[in-house]
């Protein structure tokens, strides 16, 4: 089964509503998804309460769990421990944040300030991510995402060297924008393979990392 804390829609710049990528998920295999839109002050309450009610919905009817957060993005890197309180505060159970991927101009020392965060959960597609700030994701039980998302995927290789050598735990996400990008088969683990990742690490992120990050956010 396919667990995938990274996903988006139609409430920021996805293309299904919340319920649909749900279901699409489900009929891919998925047995956990993450609905994490793209949030700042101007819409972090309505995606979270919209993301909720279609999460528990589907939770009650399908046996998948359906987690409802938020993704961080383009924030200012200061603001990224209030912003994600707040989520916290307000019904998020799941924050990610939009690490500094090479591909987009994400404002320098958010990776730093997504890391030292205790209401963060996920960095995301973190570029090129120093020693010190892996080795701070690790201390705190902050996942390092591998991705397939275009572009965010080209640092998927350093991100597995340097949070490996720190010791810091990885997801394997898909940042989707459409059911399209959804994972199917063993997509799952021919990216993770592809990041560099050993047979023993890649079991370990199935088999121990989702069930402690479910397990953290109250599933």
């Known amino acids: 089964m396919i667990a995938d804390f990274h996903t988006h829609t139609f409430l920021s710049d996805g293309e299904n509503s919340p319920i649909e990528l749900i279901r699409l998920a489900y009929a891919n295999g998925y047995s956990v998804i993450g609905i994490t839109d793209h949030a700042s002050y101007s819409n972090i309450d309505y995606i979270i309460e919209a993301a909720a009610r279609d999460c528990e919905l589907a939770r009650r009817y399908w046996d998948i769990t359906a987690v409802p957060g938020v993704e961080l993005t383009n924030i200012p890197a200061k603001s990224i421990g209030e912003l994600a309180e707040y989520a916290k505060e307000n019904g998020a159970k799941l924050v990610v944040v939009h690490g500094e991927s090479i591909s987009e101009n994400v404002e320098a020392g958010t990776d730093y300030n997504a890391v030292n965060s205790d209401h963060v959960d996920i960095l995301a597609h973190p570029g090129l991510i120093t020693a010190g700030e892996a080795k701070e994701a690790a201390r705190r039980g902050i996942y390092l995402e591998i991705t397939c998302r275009s572009g965010h995927c080209l640092t ?56 402690k990050l479910l397990k953290k956010l109250g599933y």
């Open 156 to 211: 998927n290789g350093h991100v597995v060297k340097t949070g490996r050598e720190a010791g810091a735990k990885f997801l394997i996400d898909s940042d989707s924008h459409v059911h399209k990008n959804l994972y199917c088969g063993d997509m799952q683990t021919r990216v993770a393979k592809g990041a560099g990742l050993e047979e023993n690490e890649i079991k370990e992120i199935f088999e121990v990392n989702v069930k």
